[in-house]
């Protein structure tokens, strides 16, 4: 493989400011990616899994090169010139590389990779916490999973669309999927391609949401006709989904903090031809205190710690903070006091998160049930998904029906 400087420079500048000015990687690559025109599908490929891999393995390449965070530009070129040896890159004659000791380099790799914390480039608290929580075969597993590359995922607006003729559509559009077992809906991409500027994503016909997150809203058991509340509802990828599986029937109360995230979501409901959706923004209480004893189903994607989609998002390995998940720990319990108010007797809940720590998750739940605005809940289910078994992200789903 031969590198060009001009997307080698595109890499270094993002490094930059991924790492010192704090921009995420996904807003970093997209910004990488716009750089120049003229770059075909390979060039960009390589600038995007170029970023995403120094950002996964950062702390490992570090020690490697002996560099520490803020980078200056020859701390970059050190991280990269490590990248390349890793990978058996031929490092170019360029004034910016110099002398790169390569016998060193795989020492050096060899040695830190027999220590799990260098080895899957992690924290210390972070490997400190999971090791705690989660013992230490599970945690080692679910790491090494947490570091491949995420694949991409569509999930079929049924809506508009069956599977089966979905991927007929793409495949006529040049993108060969593969059927997902156990997903009704989901398809997946052996090549990863910019699905995004197909026909078949302009006519609403899929959306791109991870195997995993899938199996959140079907998990609240909805029914056409039904009134459900998704009170996290973000940018609405399972509020779509919730509006599929209710067959466009019924109402869906999409809540959020964030008035900009239901913005987002109004855009992608019209795209997938869903019209029982219905936005609000929690601004105050009253929200919340209307719906009182409303609901036939509410959904808590609740946030989290993120520990459980790595793959996706692996800088925030790096932005992450053991403070942050023991303040999101309150929050959690403090959403479900209060928006469990909202289901009516005999309706149903499902409190949901992408994190892989019982105490997120399993533990959250029984404090809830514990509780005084819990004791008329009971439990049916929950569903535990590790990345290392199910080969997609780590979510955490559990089932609770009002008495």
Same mark, same amino acid.
């Given at each position: 493989?031969?590198?060009h400087?001009?997307?080698?420079?595109?890499v270094?500048?993002?490094?930059?400011?991924?790492?010192?000015?704090?921009?995420y990687?996904?807003?970093?690559?997209?910004?990488a990616?716009?750089r120049?025109?003229?770059?075909?599908?390979?060039?960009?490929?390589?600038?995007?899994?170029t970023?995403?891999?120094?950002?996964?393995w950062?702390?490992l390449?570090a020690?490697?090169?002996?560099?520490?965070?803020?980078?200056?530009?020859?701390?970059?070129?050190?991280?990269f010139?490590?990248?390349?040896?890793l990978?058996g890159?031929?490092?170019?004659?360029?004034?910016?590389?110099?002398?790169?000791?390569?016998?060193?380099?795989?020492?050096?790799?060899a040695?830190?990779?027999k220590?799990?914390?260098?080895?899957?480039?992690?924290?210390?608290?972070?490997?400190?916490?999971?090791?705690?929580?989660?013992?230490?075969?599970?945690?080692?597993?679910?790491?090494?999973?947490?570091?491949?590359?995420?694949?991409?995922?569509?999930?079929?607006?049924?809506?508009?669309?069956s599977?089966?003729?979905?991927? $007929? @559509?793409?495949?006529?559009?040049?993108?060969?999927?593969?059927?997902?077992?156990? %997903?009704?809906? /989901? +398809? =997946?991409?052996?090549?990863?391609?910019?699905?995004f500027?197909t026909?078949?994503?302009?006519?609403?016909?899929f959306?791109?949401?991870?195997?995993s997150?899938?199996?959140?809203?079907?998990?609240?058991?909805?029914q056409?006709? $039904? @009134?459900?509340?998704?009170?996290?509802?973000?940018?609405?990828?399972?509020?779509? %989904?919730?509006? /599929? +599986? =209710?067959?466009?029937?019924?109402?869906?109360?999409?809540?959020?903090?964030?008035?900009?995230?239901?913005?987002?979501?109004?855009?992608?409901?019209?795209?997938?031809?869903?019209?029982?959706?219905?936005?609000r923004?929690?601004d105050?209480?009253?929200?919340?205190?209307?719906l009182?004893?409303?609901?036939?189903?509410?959904?808590?994607? /609740?946030?989290?710690?993120?520990?459980?989609?790595?793959?996706?998002n692996?800088?925030?390995?790096?932005?992450?903070?053991?403070?942050?998940?023991?303040?999101?720990?309150?929050?959690?319990?403090?959403?479900?006091?209060?928006?469990?108010?909202?289901v009516?007797?005999?309706?149903?809940?499902?409190?949901?998160?992408?994190?892989?720590?019982?105490?997120?998750?399993?533990?959250?739940?029984?404090?809830?049930?514990?509780?005084?605005?819990?004791?008329?809940?009971?439990?049916?289910?929950?569903k535990?998904?590790?990345?290392?078994?199910?080969?997609?992200?780590?979510?955490?789903?559990?089932?609770?029906?009002?008495?």
């Amino acid at each position: 493989m031969r590198l060009h400087r001009n997307l080698t420079f595109s890499v270094i500048d993002s490094i930059r400011d991924i790492f010192n000015e704090g921009v995420y990687a996904d807003k970093a690559v997209e910004k990488a990616l716009k750089r120049d025109k003229r770059w075909g599908a390979r060039d960009r490929k390589f600038v995007a899994e170029t970023i995403y891999d120094i950002v996964r393995w950062n702390r490992l390449y570090a020690e490697i090169a002996e560099v520490k965070v803020p980078y200056d530009r020859d701390n970059i070129w050190r991280l990269f010139s490590v990248w390349c040896i890793l990978r058996g890159i031929a490092l170019p004659d360029w004034n910016q590389i110099g002398n790169v000791p390569e016998r060193k380099i795989k020492g050096r790799f060899a040695e830190l990779s027999k220590t799990r914390k260098y080895r899957e480039s992690i924290p210390d608290w972070m490997d400190e916490i999971c090791l705690a929580e989660l013992g230490e075969e599970l945690w080692t597993k679910e790491i090494a999973a947490l570091n491949q590359q995420a694949k991409v995922i569509l999930r079929t607006n049924t809506l508009n669309i069956s599977r089966e003729v979905l991927q $007929m @559509k793409l495949k006529a559009e040049g993108i060969i999927t593969e059927i997902v077992a156990n %997903h009704p809906d /989901a +398809l =997946m991409l052996p090549e990863r391609a910019n699905v995004f500027k197909t026909e078949a994503f302009h006519n609403g016909y899929f959306e791109v949401q991870d195997a995993s997150s899938q199996l959140v809203a079907a998990y609240l058991d909805v029914q056409p006709g $039904m @009134k459900v509340v998704d009170t996290c509802a973000g940018a609405g990828g399972k509020t779509l %989904h919730l509006s /599929a +599986l =209710m067959q466009n029937k019924g109402q869906i109360i999409a809540m959020d903090i964030y008035e900009s995230k239901l913005r987002k979501l109004k855009v992608r409901a019209k795209r997938n031809k869903a019209h029982n959706i219905d936005m609000r923004v929690i601004d105050s209480t009253k929200p919340i205190k209307k719906l009182h004893g409303k609901a036939d189903r509410v959904l808590i994607d /609740a946030p989290c710690s993120g520990l459980g989609v790595l793959r996706r998002n692996p800088d925030s390995k790096w932005k992450l903070q053991p403070e942050f998940i023991e303040n999101i720990k309150k929050i959690q319990q403090e959403i479900l006091q209060s928006y469990a108010a909202m289901v009516k007797p005999g309706g149903k809940m499902v409190y949901a998160t992408c994190s892989i720590l019982p105490s997120e998750n399993q533990n959250q739940v029984k404090t809830f049930l514990e509780s005084e605005a819990g004791s008329d809940f009971t439990f049916v289910s929950d569903k535990k998904v590790f990345a290392h078994i199910s080969g997609f992200d780590g979510f955490y789903m559990a089932l609770l029906e009002r008495k």
